[in-house]
Structure formats: C-alpha cells, structure tokens
C-alpha cells in the first residue's frame, strides 16, 4: 500500500521562503511522476508543480513559476517543494501526489492515484 506523508508547512510571512517535503512508502518511487496540488476552501485543488519519474521533467502553474522549485531524492524516496518569496495568495493546503504507473508529469488531479493528508501553509502579508 502506497502511503504519503507531508511535512514542513506552517506560518511565514510575505516574502519568506518554506520547504514541503513528502516521503513515499510502499513501492519503487523513482519511476513514478509526482505532483503538488493545493486547495483553499470552497475552491477545487489546483495544480502547483509536477515532476517526472526519474525527475528529468518539471511543470510549473503560471502562478509559482520561478518562485517554487519541485525536486526529488529517489534514494529516500522523497519529493520537496522550495518555495521562495511566499505570497498571500499562496496560502491553501498542499497536497502530495503520484501516479501509478506513469511517468509522465500531469497537471490533472484526477490523473493522480495516491495522496498525503496535506500540510497547511498560512502566508500573512
């Protein structure tokens, strides 16, 4: 059984920086794609960045790009998101993600078979 863990969220201010970090249990991590999705209330879960099996690929929304940067250590089985000059409206809970069987990097929450229990993120201006 495939299980997802996240940590490293919590309260920072605008223009501070914070690392997600989400451990896999239960299967071969590196040839799987992956993904971070966030969500706030009354919202659908957005698509943040994905990165490939093997991590040679990596897609960004519009929204972070040059500010979060998705990597991933297949030797602890483990994926990070560095998220630098935090905004307001980066705030939501994020969510681990990975495909079964694909190693194609997907922007589509649907597309993803497994999930963590989310880490909150509160940005204050």
């Known amino acids: 059984q495939v299980q997802l863990v996240e940590s490293g969220g919590g309260s920072a201010q605008a223009g501070d920086s914070l690392t997600l970090v989400c451990t896999e249990s239960?299967?071969?991590?590196?040839?799987?794609?992956m993904g971070w999705f966030r969500q706030v209330p009354g919202k659908e879960r957005e698509f943040v960045a994905g990165i490939s099996g093997g991590g040679a690929y990596s897609h960004y929304v519009d929204s972070v790009k040059g500010r979060f940067t998705i990597s991933r250590d297949s030797a602890k089985s483990t994926m990070y998101l560095l998220m630098k000059r935090l905004k307001p409206e980066d705030t939501a809970v994020y969510y681990c993600?990975?495909?079964?069987?694909?190693?194609?990097?997907?922007?589509?929450?649907?597309?993803?078979?497994?999930w963590g229990a989310g880490t909150q993120v509160t940005v204050s201006s």
């Open positions: 993600a990975g495909r079964e069987a694909q190693s194609e990097i997907s922007s589509r929450a649907q597309d993803y078979d497994n």
């Open positions: 239960g299967r071969t991590f590196s040839i799987y794609a």
